[in-house]
């Protein structure tokens, strides 16, 4: 069993990486995570944070770091990379555009919220702002949106764990969400390296 902790850019992240179902990921993964720690913003995912969280994690008895945060307006994935300037070991993931496009892409998540067995949305890294197509799919299925973005990203993802139907794993089968498949695999493939 391998020891790996999670550094995120926000309370979106942190609360996926938390939940039930992603831990059972990681175990069944052989892997043990030791902590989430959220930087509360990309933007403080920079190299004079990011060495400080590094060391908290390892003091904890990490041996890999795992750092998730959103593309946002970048260009690309390599710019993102570039800013936050992770050291070689760790394994940087960007999800595209952001980390709800991987909600989309969870369809047994996206029914139950909605409330339809018919919805399958097909390409949710198109969206540049997935948060709030979420939002406009509630108001067009059931009438009733989540809100405003800070408090609405949270109530959306409590409500999605609390369903126990928002599974990484189930994002990352969805064919036009690579960034989610990217990250279920490499994360699986650290339990492999114990």
Same mark, same amino acid.
């Given at each position: 069993?391998?020891?790996?902790?999670?550094?995120?850019?926000?309370?979106?992240?942190?609360?996926?990486?938390?939940?039930?179902?992603?831990?059972?990921?990681?175990?069944?993964?052989?892997?043990?995570?030791?902590?989430?720690?959220?930087?509360?913003?990309?933007?403080?995912?920079?190299?004079?944070?990011?060495?400080?969280?590094?060391?908290?994690?390892?003091?904890?008895?990490?041996?890999?770091?795992?750092?998730?945060?959103?593309?946002?307006?970048?260009?690309?994935?390599?710019?993102?990379?570039?800013?936050?300037?992770?050291?070689?070991?760790?394994?940087?993931?960007?999800?595209?555009?952001? #980390?709800? $496009?991987?909600?989309? /892409? &969870?369809?047994? @998540?996206?029914?139950?919220?909605? =409330?339809?067995? *018919?919805?399958?949305?097909?390409?949710?890294?198109?969206?540049?702002?997935?948060?709030?197509?979420?939002?406009?799919?509630?108001?067009?299925?059931?009438?009733?949106?989540?809100?405003?973005?800070?408090?609405?990203?949270?109530?959306?993802?409590?409500?999605?764990?609390?369903?126990?139907?928002?599974?990484?794993? #189930?994002? $990352?089968?969805?064919? /036009? &969400?690579?960034? @989610?498949?990217?990250?279920?695999? =490499?994360?699986? *493939?650290?339990?492999?390296?114990?």
């Amino acid at each position: 069993m391998i020891k790996v902790g999670f550094i995120v850019e926000g309370n979106t992240e942190f609360f996926l990486l938390k939940s039930a179902l992603f831990n059972e990921f990681l175990l069944k993964n052989n892997i043990e995570l030791v902590n989430v720690i959220n930087a509360g913003g990309s933007g403080n995912l920079l190299p004079h944070n990011i060495q400080a969280y590094i060391q908290l994690l390892e003091k904890s008895g990490a041996k890999k770091i795992v750092i998730l945060t959103d593309l946002d307006q970048d260009a690309c994935i390599t710019i993102t990379k570039d800013r936050i300037k992770a050291r070689p070991q760790d394994l940087v993931v960007i999800a595209v555009q952001q #980390i709800e $496009a991987w909600f989309l /892409a &969870c369809t047994p @998540a996206m029914r139950q919220l909605l =409330k339809t067995d *018919e919805f399958f949305f097909p390409l949710p890294q198109a969206e540049q702002t997935p948060y709030q197509t979420i939002n406009r799919l509630m108001v067009d299925y059931t009438g009733k949106g989540i809100g405003n973005k800070a408090a609405g990203k949270m109530r959306l993802v409590k409500r999605l764990l609390e369903q126990h139907e928002l599974d990484l794993c #189930i994002s $990352a089968e969805h064919p /036009a &969400c690579p960034s @989610a498949q990217y990250f279920i695999k =490499k994360v699986a *493939e650290l339990g492999l390296s114990s």
